[in-house]
């Protein structure tokens, strides 16, 4: 089955600079990629995602690029704020929503910490 | 906010007791899902449905069930089976596999 390993799991950047957290999957077949945002006892909140016949998608701040030949993906954040500080947790989705047994697999997290 | 209501926020268990959470959404969604994330820990699936009456194991089902009588509502139970429940519990809805989770604002459970 599909497997997603997300490194660093910790990242500590000083205020400013730029953030880089990269995830790779197993199965050719994933097809969607987000990426969540959780802060202290909250709920992961989607910040970001990209499906598998696009190389890049930004917004504003953040931005995801995708190699499906190298199967990995990656989590930019330009010009770091202190509010950046959470954990960031990359998924992929192996199956077509049509199949039976479809779900989200999910990295295992990388604690960001933004320095002042 | 989200459409998506978990209750109660924190609940305490005494050891050898069963407690239901309870997870309700109102956004129409097909599919839900329950994980379970210890602290420093990533998501991990425990069950999940995809339309009423039906739903699947995820990778931790032991010591938990579920039901999925209306589409709205997915509520897990914690039995005395399962040995380790101190945890905080994500319940999350899609509309479909490819479009985005949307989060409750999460249970932690203690027992005590």
């Known amino acids: 089955g599909e497997n997603v390993e997300q490194h660093p799991s910790t990242l500590s950047v000083q205020e400013g600079d730029s953030a880089v957290i990269k995830c790779t999957y197993s199965?050719?077949?994933?097809?969607?990629f987000p990426w969540y945002k959780q802060e202290l006892g909250k709920r992961p909140q989607l910040i970001i995602d990209i499906r598998s016949n696009v190389g890049e998608k930004k917004d504003q701040r953040i931005a995801v690029t995708l190699n499906k030949t190298a199967k990995h993906f990656s989590l930019h954040i330009t010009e770091t704020q202190p509010e950046d500080s959470a954990v960031y947790f990359c998924?992929?989705?192996?199956?077509?929503?049509?199949?039976?047994?479809?779900?989200?697999?999910w990295g295992a997290g990388t604690k960001l910490i933004i320095k002042p | 906010d989200g459409g998506i209501t978990q209750s109660p926020k924190y609940l305490f268990r005494k050891e050898g007791q069963n407690v239901t959470l309870s997870c309700e959404q109102n956004l129409n969604h097909d599919a839900m899902y329950w994980y379970r994330q210890d602290p420093g820990q990533g998501l991990r699936l425990i069950y999940y449905s995809q339309i009423v009456n039906d739903f699947q194991k995820g990778d931790i089902a032991e010591g938990y069930s579920v039901s999925r009588e209306k589409k709205e509502s997915f509520p897990l139970t914690v039995t005395s089976a399962q040995k380790n429940p101190t945890a905080f519990y994500l319940c999350?809805?899609?509309?479909?596999?490819?479009?985005?989770?949307?989060f409750g604002q999460g249970t932690r459970l203690t027992v005590v």
């Open positions: 999350a809805s899609s509309h479909h596999r490819d479009s985005q989770d949307f």
């Open positions: 199965d050719s077949a994933s097809n969607y």
């Open positions: 998924a992929a989705s192996p199956n077509s929503y049509m199949d039976s047994n479809y779900q989200l697999i």
